[in-house]
């Protein structure tokens, strides 16, 4: 949409919540004001109406919107979406407090990354423990791959300083590490490879195609059985995965996988689409046209008593036609998705390598296939977010706060706390993310748990091993996993309800 149109679409959104507000004991907007109130009022206003927990928000005048302040505009509407998280003790992230868990607000950035179009270096940053700084995963034709850096690579000086040991999720050197490798256009590193030789690398932001595919391949074992594992790291845009997967899947049919490894550690989520996509390829034929998943909206969305979506207008990529949010029906009924399966993978069960930055769409896909096949967990907790959202365009900016739940045909979710391997709910093995070794590697802790157990019928331990060239770990299991949460830094953690009119 033009801005000069979505500004009049908003400014009818906002006379019509005025009025509705009229006699509201709390008050509502004034009429006047400056363009920064005015976005203020309506980032209030729609969380009032569709934010999944909008009966938590206080009313206008206790809230007081117009009072959020920041160094920049953005940044007194990030302070503005952070209190109205807090309202509700689900949002409340401990790592950071005053943060809010699933809510925030950007000028379109998630939206260019889901779309499959990625603006950085094209790498991301793992404490193997607190003096260890690695490289966890690299995107192919990103400055970084184009670099030769590789996951696992240590990471010794960044811009001259070698003093980087991890001091918590807020502490000074873990912001620096944040900073320069998340937040800036331009870092110079000397990296240490396996074989202790050093690479110098100078790398500049720059933009790549995202390929949510890092890698895929087929492990042979002696027992006869075959396993696929694929790594796939974000749950971008139908027209960016689907082919890639589709690629992935048919080469795991064409070798006669009977088990499969899907490795979602550092997938923070994205389309639910995909999430259905990769399900459909991963469940029972017998399980086709049986229920998937529903999604659970508000009361006021689910008995189609919004007012402001109806400001919210799309354009149907299929048929160029353009609807607005409010003719989509919310109910359950109308919003309970179903099997379709794809392909001929004949699984009985799956396993999913997982982390504290799996989160939402990935935590989806698994949620969704639990009562239909042996869903085994590797890893450590998930991030725990069974809530998901559509994006909300107001002014320059778009809104994501949670709408909608989600449940699977056994009715199973409000996984807030996250899956944690190795439980009653969720049966597996929790254990150290052994970022030394490149993906697939068969010796790599985690996949290497998964093939014990296709070849024994039982994990080959259940202590916590302890990882790291060798070396006595300081971290702890869960030390660990908050210290890899930490580095996410604002990396999206979401599921986008991606549904057409």
Known sequence: MKKTILAVLLASAFFAACKKDKNNNGGGPPKTG???????DSVYLYAKEDYYWYSTI??????????????????????????????????YYAPSPGEAKYSFIDQGEVSTELNGTNSNFGFSPLYNDVNDLRVKYVYTGSPADLAGVKRGYKIVTINGNSSFSYDGATGTNTNFVINALLNSSTVTMTLQK???????????????????????????????????????????????ADPKLDQAFNYFQSQGVTDLVVDLRYNGGGFVSTAEYIDNYIVPAAKNNTTMYSYYFNDILANNKETLLAHQVRRDPTSNQ???????????????????KKGSLNLSRVFFIVTGSTASAAELTINNLRPHLDVQLIGTTTYGKPVGFFDIDINKYQLYIPEFSTKNSAAQGD?????????????????????????????????????????????????????????????????ANNAAMALDGKKFKGMVYNKKK
Not at 34 to 40: A, C, Q, R, V
Not at 327 to 340: L, R
């Open 34 to 40: 400056s363009t920064l109130d005015f976005i203020k």
């Open 415 to 479: 996984y807030y706390s996250g899956m944690t391997p190795g439980t009653s709910d969720f049966p597996g093995i929790k254990d150290y993310d052994d970022v030394t070794k490149e993906f697939g590697d068969t010796t790599e802790t985690l996949l290497h748990h998964a093939i014990t157990y296709v070849n024994k019928g039982t994990y080959s331990y259940t202590a916590q091993k302890v990882q790291g060239l060798g070396a006595q770990k300081t971290f702890s299991i869960d030390q």
């Open 194 to 240: 396996p074989d202790l030789s050093t690479l110098q690398v100078t790398l500049n932001a720059a933009d790549y195609t995202t390929n949510p595919v890092i890698t895929y391949k087929a492990i042979p074992l002696t027992n006869g059985k075959v396993v696929g594992y694929m790594v796939f790291n974000t749950f971008t845009s139908d027209d960016n």
């Open 58 to 91: 206080p009313a206008y005048n206790s809230f007081n919107p117009r009072s959020f302040t920041g160094s920049t505009d953005l940044a007194a509407l990030t302070n503005e979406v952070n209190a109205i998280s807090q309202t509700n003790s689900f949002e």
């Open 322 to 340: 353009l609807y607005n949010l409010a003719q989509i029906n919310y109910s359950v009924a109308s919003n309970t998705e179903k099997f379709t």
